[in-house]
């Protein structure tokens, strides 16, 4: 149990800290839910049909699909651009998939290196873009089960309302779906850039996330 | 190595068990 601890706080705490926060949003709009339903003098429903509704996956899908093109956008565009003095850029001039040698791949690959860095072709090529792939496919598939729950949600509410039923493609143009899908991307897209940029010329102290509290400005890819 | 191979793992089960019940629910509930 020690061990388990000292070597994964930082994935434990966040996973309690989602758990919690997941909880409280459940509860929240479930609440949130029934006094609409009230409202509409629809009747109320229980706890755990909340949990497996349109309108909860929906709200949770919705944020989870930001949250990982968020990464999955930092992961890729670090790859070319750059940001001078920045712990989360590389240098200036190191813009690319750098060398084999750099990469310690293929020939280049050490005893204590993965299996598939020292592999060639398709294997070795996955494995160079795992990260990435692996990002942008839990966003892209969140993205879809926010399409999906989201297009759910308006049929039901266009059917109480006796408006006409909108195929999936139809939901996919609609205003709805994407204010819900955009008023996410902006606020990801400004903290990113954001914390880019204020890592140029603030600190904290202890943070990897942060250049060493003493290291100058100007300098680029350095963390603490 | 061996705990974080389980929460690694463990990670990849909430995500992918999330993403694949989402998209049941959205699929079969119009």
Redesign the interface.
């Given at each position: 149990m020690r061990a388990l601890w000292r070597d994964n706080s930082l994935a434990l705490v966040f996973l309690t800290f989602f758990v919690a926060a997941l909880v409280g949003q459940a509860i929240a709009g479930w609440h949130e839910y029934n006094n609409e339903a009230l409202v509409h003098h629809k009747a109320s429903i229980e706890f755990g049909r909340y949990l497996v509704s349109s309108s909860f996956g929906n709200a949770v899908m919705e944020n989870w699909q930001s949250e990982y093109l968020q990464f999955t956008l930092y992961i890729l565009l670090t790859v070319w651009f750059i940001q001078r003095g920045s712990p989360e850029s590389k240098e200036p001039g190191k813009s690319g998939t750098e060398s084999d040698l750099d990469q310690r791949v293929g020939e280049h690959a050490r005893a204590d290196s993965p299996r598939w860095a020292r592999l060639r072709g398709v294997r070795l090529w996955i494995y160079s873009n795992s990260l990435l792939l692996a990002m942008g496919a839990i966003w892209l598939g969140s993205w879809f089960a926010q399409s999906v729950t989201g297009w759910s949600d308006y049929s039901a509410d266009r059917l109480a309302h006796g408006e006409p039923r909108v195929d999936y493609v139809g939901y996919l143009g609609s205003a709805q779906f994407w204010e819900s899908t955009l008023q996410n991307w902006q606020s990801e897209f400004l903290a990113v850039g954001s914390m880019a940029v204020l890592a140029v010329y603030l600190r904290q102290r202890g943070s990897p996330e942060s250049k060493p509290v003493g290291a100058p400005h100007s300098a680029t890819g350095v963390e603490g | 190595m061996g705990?974080?191979r389980a929460?690694f793992v463990?990670?990849l089960l909430i995500?992918?068990g999330?993403?694949t019940?989402?998209?049941a629910?959205?699929?079969t509930?119009?």
């Open positions: - | 705990s974080v929460i463990l990670y995500i992918v999330g993403i019940f989402y998209c629910v959205g699929l509930h119009h």
